[in-house]
């Protein structure tokens, strides 16, 4: 069964310092991962998707992620923090069921952005 | 496009009563709609998938006789907490997959809030 690793539960940047959330997966094929960001009470938001194709991924509002097969990664950058940044950030992989595909969700990092 | 809704978007129920929460695909059809819930400061548990026109299928752990599922149509899916009790108190929210989509890709709602008294 996939897996998604997300080593920080909690990261701290000041606003205009680059963003590093950290996200690894395991998996035994070839698998569709997501990174979704959800503010306080709220559902959640795409930022980005990987499905195969480049393994540079750009998402919105800066963010961007690299898909690394080798080191099983799915990172998520951004070079500088905004203060509208602060919420949590799931990773999430797509797992094969018989019945389709559900997704597996990380258990999330939260991110906080000082002035 | 691909908006997802959900109905309401928090709820305060007595200990003993039912709940229905509607899920709705509003410019787009989904065969395949999820329900999840998540405590506060966790991450999203699977409780069920949903397929229009037929019985959902309720993840291990997840008792399918008090979180009834029902997807009559390829807009709707609804959750009833049957009976429910203070420890269902919860953040429920449903997602939906477009229909033949290639990629997997799920549209999520804003999340409904639910208390038990």
């Known amino acids: 069964a996939q897996s998604v690793t997300q080593l920080d539960s909690h990261v701290s940047v000041s606003e205009g310092t680059p963003v590093l959330l950290r996200c690894n997966y395991s998996?035994?094929?070839?698998?569709?991962l997501f990174w979704y960001v959800q503010h306080p009470n709220k559902g959640l938001q795409l930022l980005l998707k990987?499905?195969?194709?480049?393994?540079l991924v750009k998402g919105i509002n800066g963010f961007e992620a690299e898909f690394k097969k080798s080191e099983t990664s799915f990172h998520l950058t951004k070079p500088s923090a905004h203060m509208s940044d602060a919420a949590e950030y799931f990773c999430?992989?797509?797992?094969?069921?018989?019945?389709?595909?559900?997704?597996?969700f990380g258990p999330g990092t939260r991110l906080s952005v000082l002035p | 496009g691909a908006v997802v809704s959900q109905h309401p978007s928090w709820v305060i129920c007595k200990s003993g009563t039912s709940v229905k929460i509607e899920c709705r695909s509003l410019?787009?059809?989904?065969?395949?709609m999820f329900w999840y819930r998540q405590f506060p400061k966790q991450s999203l548990m699977l409780m069920a998938t949903?397929?229009?026109?037929?019985?959902?299928?309720?993840e291990q752990g997840v008792e399918k006789d008090k979180f009834l599922i029902n997807h009559a149509s390829l807009t709707l899916s609804t959750l009833t907490v049957t009976s429910a009790h203070p420890e269902d108190s919860s953040f429920y929210i449903c997602?939906?997959?477009?229909?033949?989509?290639?990629?997997?890709?799920?549209?999520f709602g804003p999340g409904t809030r639910l208390t038990v008294l």
């Open positions: 998996s035994s094929y070839s698998p569709s």
């Open positions: 410019d787009f059809q989904a065969t395949t």
């Open positions: 999430v992989v797509s797992e094969r069921r018989n019945y389709g595909q559900n997704f597996v």
């Open positions: 997602s939906a997959r477009v229909t033949g989509s290639f990629y997997n890709e799920q549209f």
């Open positions: 990987y499905t195969s194709a480049a393994t």
């Open positions: 949903s397929n229009e026109g037929s019985k959902a299928t309720y």
